[in-house]
Structures are given as structure tokens and as C-alpha cells.
């Protein structure tokens, strides 16, 4: 269910891309779709009634059944350079609407159809 | 039209990867059916075991002395351990990103909030402030043992330092900042030259990795935690710093 959610998601994100025209609602898009994608590999590492892969004092043993750490860890890196690359993106669109005066992709090439 | 188009296509990738999902796995060999992943067969389960070089048995919390990785959070004993040089350029990736941004929108004047702010308001934000960034530091320095770690850690700080920056209309982002930012990363890379020279490999552990559970455990993973999460929190204030300045006039 959460694989299917998440591939709906990458969708969302692809139809956003392909028909959105606003600069910052291309960023969004991307964001969606990112979104989507770690998702989809956060599911799967997911073992049915698996433990969180952290040692405490409950769960103490390695010998027990836990999810898939590897996922989880390359999604850590993947939300960071989402956040690096989303910052970089918005900073290219707050300068775009510094010397065109607006960001609809549309006005800037000056164009109308 | 070219909407339609768009739905279309976007229609098209989710019913071809859902056809992909739905279809026998064995064929494909690559993507399990959703909860039925077999750990044994994966390289996580030398991970959770901790014998990625030699079988160490089973691992038990607050019980086994000087395993290979001593970090209680698996996550962890990835990110800083096994795969510690994909993080040093995922860090590396931050900094490029930080410093593209501070070349196009930073260096201007603080600009001025439409609003004036409530001295209540201003009062216990500095309080706010304060806890915030004594929670950081427990979140990094504590990455080994529960969840967290230098990433979290590092955007709780900046957190703190959005707060400040929306709360007072006149205060920057000190400078000494981008040299904390600077220096983070440089040893970083020297603890990675010192696993390097004593070791043998770049960035391997070269501490005692101590009992799995105590805070003083896991060998240099919480000291690259730290220095993460220091470089996290001195990048991303900067970078919140830049989008406050002042657009230039033209």
C-alpha cells in the first residue's frame, strides 16, 4: 500500500514537472517526487514485524528481527542533498525574478502560447 | 493540452511501475514484495551483526565489549562507520550547495521585517532559543545510541537560529560561523587521514569501540557525529542567513 502511495507520489511529482509553468511551483514538483522516491526505498527495507534497527534496553539482541538499516541510511543522505539542492534552486529563482521581474517560465522567454 | 499530455505521461510511469510492483519478483530480481524481504540474503544483516570482517556472534546491548562497531543505532554504524566516506561527500555536497547560495543571494544588508515583533515574543524566544540548542547538541552527541544524529542535530540548531532571525530584526549570523563550518570539515577529513595512518584504510575506526550501549562507545562515530552536526548547524544558519539579506537594488 505504502509502495503504491509512494510511486503516486513520484507521479504527482513527474506530472508537476512536465506542465507546471512557475518556477517555484517547478521546485515543489521536484520536492514531491523526491519525496515519493525516498519513500519508496524507506519501504523497501521493511520486514513485516520488524524492529526498529536501534539496540536499547528492550530491544538488546542482535539475533532479533529488524528492518533493513541500509535503506534508512542512504535516505539520511538522500533528504540532505534534497534540502542542499532545494536551497540552491529557490536562491536561482529569487535571482531569475531579479532581473526578468517575474519567474512564470512563459514571460521569460516572451512568448505567448 | 499539454496538461493531458502531462497527466498522460505521468498515468503511464505509474502504471508501468506499479505493473513492475505487481509482477512476479523472481523475474525480476530486484524489488521484493513489500514486507517480505529476506535480511539473510542482504548485506545489512553483516551490518546488524556487526561481522562485515569477521563473525562476531551475537551482539548484546550493555554486554559485548570491542565489537567491530560499537554504535547501538545501526543507521548510525552506516552512515559514520561502514559508509563513512559516502558521507564525507554528502557533507561535501552541502558545502558546495551552502556556498552557491551565499554567492548568489548572500552579502547584502539584513533586510527589514514589515511587522514589529512583540517584546513578550522576543523575551521567550531567547529562551526557546536556548533550550533548542541545548537539544541539538543531546541529539548529535547521542547519534550512536538513540535516533538522531549530526544531520538532525545540526537542522535543530539552525532551527534555533531561524527563530532568532525572525524574531530580531537587526541581528546577523556571526562570521565566526563560516570558519566553525570550515574548520568542521577539515578534520573531518583529518580523522579520516588518521584512520588512514594508523589503520591502514581512510576514515576506519582507530578508537576503542568500549561497551555497546554506554555513551563513551562506538569509537570515532560520535566524534564524527559531533563534527557533522556542528558543520549542519553553522551551514544551514548561514544559509538561512542568506536568504534574509537584502535584495540588491537596481
Do not use: W
Not at chain 1, 539482541?61 to 541500509?70: A, G, K, Q
Not at chain 2, 575506526?205 to 563534527?227: D, E, H, K, M, W
Request: no cysteine.
Amino acid at each position: 500500500m505504502i509502495q503504491y502511495f509512494s510511486v503516486m507520489l513520484i507521479a504527482v511529482g513527474i506530472y508537476g514537472l512536465l506542465s507546471q509553468k512557475n518556477l517555484v511551483k517547478l521546485v515543489v514538483s521536484l520536492n514531491i517526487a523526491e519525496l515519493g522516491v525516498n519513500l519508496f526505498i524507506v519501504s523497501l527495507g521493511y520486514v513485516a514485524e520488524g524492529k526498529i534497527p536501534i539496540l536499547s534496553p528492550i530491544v538488546n539482541s542482535s539475533s532479533m528481527n529488524f528492518v533493513d538499516p541500509l535503506p534508512q541510511a542512504l535516505v539520511l543522505t538522500a533528504i540532505v542533498i534534497g534540502v542542499a539542492v532545494t536551497a540552491l534552486a529557490l536562491s536561482l529563482v529569487l535571482k531569475v525574478k531579479e532581473s526578468y521581474g517575474t519567474i512564470e517560465l512563459d514571460e521569460i522567454r516572451g512568448d505567448n502560447s | 493540452m499539454k496538461k493531458v499530455v502531462a497527466a498522460i505521461i505521468a498515468f503511464l510511469f505509474f502504471v508501468m511501475f506499479v505493473s513492475i510492483l505487481n509482477s512476479d519478483s523472481k523475474s525480476l530480481m530486484g524489488i521484493p514484495k513489500f514486507g517480505e524481504v529476506n535480511l539473510a540474503e542482504r548485506v545489512s544483516s553483516r551490518y546488524i551483526s556487526k561481522s562485515v570482517s569477521e563473525d562476531a556472534g551475537e551482539i548484546i546491548y550493555g554486554e559485548t565489549n570491542n565489537a567491530e562497531s560499537g554504535s547501538a543505532n545501526m543507521v548510525t554504524s552506516i552512515v559514520v562507520n561502514y559508509r563513512s566516506f559516502d558521507t564525507l561527500g554528502e557533507v561535501t555536497v552541502l558545502f558546495i550547495a551552502t556556498t552557491g547560495v551565499a554567492i548568489l543571494i548572500g552579502g547584502g544588508k539584513r533586510q527589514r521585517l514589515a511587522i514589529s515583533v512583540n517584546p513578550i515574543l522576543k523575551i521567550s524566544a531567547r529562551i526557546i532559543v536556548a533550550l533548542l540548542l541545548v537539544f541539538g547538541v543531546y541529539v548529535f552527541t547521542h547519534g550512536h545510541l538513540t535516533p538522531g544524529g549530526g544531520f538532525p542535530g545540526g537542522t535543530i540548531i539552525a532551527a534555533s537560529t531561524l527563530l532568532m532571525l525572525v524574531v530580531e530584526d537587526d541581528k546577523r549570523v556571526s562570521k565566526l560561523l563560516k570558519f566553525l563550518e570550515g574548520s568542521m570539515g577539515f578534520l573531518y577529513v583529518v580523522i579520516g587521514i588518521a584512520g588512514l595512518i594508523i589503520t591502514g584504510s581512510f576514515l576506519q575506526n582507530f578508537l576503542p569501540t568500549g561497551t555497546i550501549g554506554n555513551l563513551f562507545s562506538a569509537g570515532i562515530a560520535p566524534v564524527v557525529y559531533s563534527i557533522i552536526g556542528l558543520k549542519v548547524g553553522a551551514e544551514l544558519s548561514g544559509l538561512l542567513d542568506d536568504f534574509f539579506a537584502e535584495e540588491e537594488e537596481k
